[in-house]
């Protein structure tokens, strides 16, 4: 059974600081690897999707990696802001072939607090 | 275009009523996915569909959570003999197909009294 664990669990940082969050999965058979954001009492925004044979992808300040082999993902935000607050969550989906196909499984979050 | 919309925003039962939730996809993804999120589970899968046939229903917690998807479009989740366990976010998804990147709805939140 695929785990997906996020550390730290919540981070507070003054605006301007480059931060890493943490991800970790214990099956590496994954597909791909999706990180979101969630801000309080909404839905879901997808940040960055890595499929299995990337090692990384980019989208403005934010980078993610993916080490499929060691079973982790680390999501690098740089220059933060204040409006990065938010719960990050990393999510894996297992490798193509099963009915559990479009299953993501997700970590725990990380949530995040910029201060100006 | 359109995101995933999701109805109603917030519903609020007693115990033991049925509910149905409701999910309209992106306009030409074909996969749909359910999810739950509660405080002390997290966010945890409960169905998806490709198409109109659901491949995977391993998520749903008991034989009172039910899903339907016609048309290959909107999708009703329905819950039976509503318990106060069932208290939680219900999220919906959407892919252009299965193994894509999954957008989400912003969620019903359910309270059952």
């Known amino acids: 059974k695929q785990e997906v664990t996020q550390i730290p669990a919540a981070l507070s940082v003054p605006e301007g600081e480059n931060l890493v969050l943490n991800c970790s999965f214990t099956?590496?058979?994954?597909?791909?690897l999706q990180w979101f954001r969630q801000d309080p009492g909404k839905g879901l925004t997808s940040l960055l999707l890595?499929?299995?044979?990337?090692r990384e992808q980019t989208s403005g300040r934010l980078n993610a990696s993916l080490d499929k082999s060691s079973g982790r993902s680390t999501l690098y935000i740089a220059a933060s802001q204040p409006g990065d607050s938010a719960t990050y969550l990393c999510?894996?989906?297992?490798?193509?072939?099963?009915?559990?196909?479009?299953?993501?499984?997700f970590g725990q979050g990380t949530i995040l607090t910029v201060h100006p | 275009g359109a995101g995933v919309s999701q109805s109603p925003s917030n519903k609020v039962t007693e115990k033991g009523k049925d509910v149905e939730l409701r999910c309209d996809p992106i306009?030409?993804?074909?996969?749909l996915y359910w999810y739950r999120q509660s405080l002390g589970q997290g966010l945890e899968f409960l169905i998806y569909?490709?198409?109109?046939?659901?491949?995977?229903k391993s998520g749903l917690p008991s034989d009172r959570f039910s899903a339907e998807r016609t048309g290959g479009s909107v999708s009703t989740l329905t819950i039976q003999r509503t318990q106060q366990e069932d208290s939680a976010v219900y999220l919906c998804?959407?892919?252009?197909?299965?193994?894509?990147?999954?957008?989400f709805g912003p969620g019903t939140r359910l309270t059952v009294t």
């Open positions: 999510a894996v989906r297992p490798d193509a072939g099963g009915t559990s196909y479009g299953k993501l499984t």
């Open positions: 569909f490709q198409g109109n046939s659901a491949p995977d």
């Open positions: 890595i499929q299995s044979s990337q």
């Open positions: 099956d590496s058979a994954i597909y791909n």
């Open positions: 998804a959407s892919s252009l197909d299965t193994g894509y990147e999954q957008y």
């Open positions: 306009s030409g993804h074909t996969a």
